[in-house]
């Protein structure tokens, strides 16, 4: 009679388990396509390891969004629950109670190894990585005074961040306004600060020089002293050469060390040196120079002249150990930067290239190898790929085609005169706007931030070594403008640079503050141009970040599992210790009794019979309300364990 009862219970409760599992399956197959989908898409991706691929280009202060669960992982682990569900019912249909404690604490073990594998092996994601951008703005000859007042605030309350660059002849307001060589420099630094770093609400906004022949001291025009300008009551490199004064938008300035001249900190700063950035993971080298210039005050001089070692033939290039050793710093600064990739900026403040009529190829009187030094720098600055050079000095805006050479006529030393056009050194034209990297070099000058008094040559040969041009000078100029070979009248002002830098291209735009020369029915003179890598993007050689993956989930719920499961495996061998050594009996539970559980409770591996937490009871509470089962509480039978003091009811009555 017990062993039929027993039977009996077991058909029951297999049936019970038959329909459950039945309500699982239109669930699982209506996930098939989206399980195929989660899995299929994320293999589809999965091409290689540590793969990067740059995507759109961010500035370098912004952060990057926060990554989302991915919705085909939410539905994969909705479908994998509802499977592990299902292969629960068939377990309890097939298989003994100790070989399915087995199976599930096997297979529990087996996901925590590979979860733990998985997060050790190297990461097999693809990563899209925004690689880093920044924007500097430049201009040269930035004076202040008489009527230039209007064209610096404009040109001043353009400038936005990361920082920007003075290319020389910082304020005019010495003996060029009637005012003493040196003193004025701090009134200078106020003006400034009250039209950018206040403005900008940041006192570490970098704001940096390149020496120009005003405030060298010892030309003739004496408009400040670049050590005053960089002093500590002035704008110094203090201000903005840390993290911890500028945010990660600091300047890491390195000099030359050649700089015998001055004293202090930074005596190399704004005459000759170099800084990578961003600092912290840079894609550009900009170099600043003091070229075809003499740098010092009436004590200690330094001539700044570069003679490539190459070009003269000779074991000394400028036939002076002095000069040598800054063309010796210059040419390991450039080699060491096409190394890493950089992009190379060069800024000095006087050109070789002019489209200007009074200014030409400007050396200062001392080579003493007996060539231009001006001309022979940029030369070799061509031949060795830099991308960009920036001036000032001439008060025009112009900017060259993108040039390998400038010609085979080399003017002589410290002459006004300009170089002789040569088509064969032009490797792009410009007219596209388009240039490509590595082409040749691309010569931006600006010298109209607030001065506007020079004119347009249109007879000069050299002029053709330039896409565009424009002079600011006014109304009583015809034709302001130079556009791709013809002379146009066109709206023209006072304006600044500004390049926005990444990985892969630079890009320029031309921004005018002031418009001084209005033409009526005319636009507006505008420039723009981007240098691009000839290749696409360049995969990034760092492992991509480790994005949570399915397997460390599910991982993580399994090691959770294996400790519940060991921890309530020591509390029923305590309490069947406490009951004594005879076995359970069994009994039929009614309707009106508790329902069973779905039995995904802990094994007792002590005898085959199951034990069940209140825990998981309660789980069964919450499966019964998403799994209703019609007749299952009135009519059906379920096998139930109780202890020897409670069995009361003989089966032998059923």
Request: aromatic fraction near 10%; hydrophobic fraction near 40%.
């Amino acid at each position: 009679m017990l062993e039929s009862a027993k039977a009996t219970l077991v058909g029951t409760r297999s049936g019970l388990l038959n329909e459950r599992s039945m309500k699982t399956r239109p669930l699982l197959l209506g996930l098939v396509i989206p399980i195929t989908t989660a899995l299929l898409a994320p293999a589809h991706a999965h091409t290689g390891a540590g793969i990067s691929i740059v995507g759109p280009v961010v500035d370098q202060a912004q952060q990057p969004l926060q990554t989302a669960v991915p919705v085909s992982e939410i539905i994969f682990l909705l479908a994998a629950f509802l499977l592990a569900i299902r292969l629960s019912l068939r377990l309890h249909q097939t298989f003994s109670p100790r070989i399915r404690a087995r199976l599930v604490g096997g297979l529990m073990i087996a996901v925590l190894a590979l979860g733990i594998i998985a997060y050790a092996l190297p990461s097999h994601e693809v990563s899209i990585t925004p690689p880093v951008s920044f924007s500097f703005f430049f201009g040269g000859d930035t004076g202040y005074y008489s009527g230039s007042l209007a064209g610096a605030i404009s040109s001043n309350r353009l400038i936005q961040p990361d920082f920007f660059l003075d290319l020389g002849d910082i304020s005019y307001n010495g003996t060029t306004n009637g005012n003493p060589a040196t003193g004025n420099e701090a009134d200078w630094c106020n003006f400034v600060k009250a039209n950018v770093q206040n403005r900008l609400s940041n006192s570490g906004f970098p704001y940096l020089f390149v020496t120009g022949n005003h405030e060298d001291g010892t030309s003739a025009q004496k408009d400040g002293y670049i050590d005053a300008f960089i002093g500590n009551n002035c704008l110094p490199l203090s201000e903005f050469n840390s993290k911890a004064t500028a945010g990660d938008g600091y300047i890491n300035f390195i000099g030359s060390g050649l700089c015998s001249e001055s004293l202090g900190p930074d005596p190399c700063y704004g005459k000759e040196g170099y800084f990578d950035y961003p600092a912290a993971n840079p894609v550009a080298r900009i170099i600043t120079l003091s070229v075809a210039d003499t740098v010092g005050n009436s004590s200690s001089r330094v001539n700044f002249n570069y003679c490539p070692l190459e070009d003269t033939g000779r074991i000394s290039g400028c036939n002076d150990s002095t000069m040598d050793q800054h063309w010796t710093w210059l040419n390991g600064t450039i080699s060491s930067a096409k190394n890493t990739g950089l992009w190379i900026i060069v800024a000095f403040h006087k050109p070789c290239l002019s489209p200007a009529f009074a200014i030409g190829c400007e050396g200062n009187g001392a080579t003493p190898n007996g060539h231009n030094a001006n001309y022979q720098l940029e030369n070799y600055l061509m031949s060795k790929g830099v991308d960009v050079i920036l001036n000032g000095h001439v008060h025009l805006y112009a900017r060259s085609k993108q040039l390998t050479c400038l010609g085979p006529t080399e003017p002589e030393s410290d002459s006004k005169t300009g170089i002789t056009y040569s088509p064969a050194c032009v490797a792009n034209d410009g007219s596209s706007g388009v240039y490509e990297r590595g082409m040749g070099t691309v010569d931006v000058i600006q010298g109209v931030f607030s001065q506007r008094d020079d004119q347009l040559n249109f007879t000069r040969p050299d002029i053709n070594f330039f896409a565009k041009a424009m002079s600011a000078r006014g109304p009583t100029l015809n034709d302001c403008c130079w556009v791709y070979g013809s002379p146009m009248n066109m709206t023209s002002g006072n304006g600044i640079g500004r390049m926005t830098v990444n990985a892969t291209q630079i890009s320029f735009d031309f921004l005018p503050s002031v418009y001084s020369h209005t033409v009526a029915g005319a636009s507006k003179f505008a420039d723009s141009f981007v240098i691009r890598s000839p290749s696409s993007p360049t995969n990034s050689t760092s492992p991509p970040p480790r994005d949570p993956s399915l397997l460390l989930l599910a991982s993580s719920i399994a090691a959770a599992i294996l400790a519940v499961a060991i921890v309530s495996v020591f509390f029923i061998r305590r309490r069947k210790k406490g009951l004594g050594s005879q076995p359970p009996t069994f009994q039929v539970a009614t309707g009106e009794d508790k329902l069973p559980s779905i039995h995904l409770g802990m094994v007792s591996l002590r005898y085959p019979v199951f034990r069940y937490s209140d825990a998981f009871w309660n789980w069964h509470r919450m499966f019964k309300r998403i799994f209703p089962s019609r007749g299952f509480a009135s009519s059906d039978k379920a096998f139930k364990m109780s202890s020897p003091s409670t069995s009361s009811k003989d089966l032998s009555s059923h």
